[in-house]
C-alpha cells in the first residue's frame, strides 16, 4: 500500500449550493485523480491519501463517505471527527496521473 499527500482539488464547476470535489491532487508530484479514480484506489485498499495541515502539521486522512442517495463522496477525518480540510486546499492545474 502507498501513501500520497493531497495538496490540492479541483471542485464542481456548477451553481449548486455545496461544493463537489472532482479531483484531488499534489501539485510537487505533478498529479491529478478523478474522484472516481481515488476512490477506486481507497476501496481496494491500494493507497492511502492524507492531507497535512500547513500551521499545525497535523495530518489527516482522506476517506470515502457513502450516503444513502448521494454518489460517495471525499472527505478528510482526524481525531475521530469527519472535517473540511480539502475543500481548504489550493486549486489543482493540469498534471499527470497518480502514481500507484
Known sequence: MSEHQVTC???SQHDHHHEHI???G???ENWVLTREEAILRMETGAVIYY???AATGKRATVGVV???GKRPYLRTHADRE???HLLALDACGASG???S
Do not use: G, Q, S
Open 9 to 11: 482539488i479541483r471542485k
Open 97 to 99: 496521473p497518480c502514481p
Open 22 to 24: 472532482t479531483h484531488i
Open 51 to 53: 492531507t497535512l495541515d
Open 26 to 28: 499534489n501539485r510537487a
Open 66 to 68: 457513502h450516503e444513502p
Open 82 to 84: 469527519w472535517n473540511d
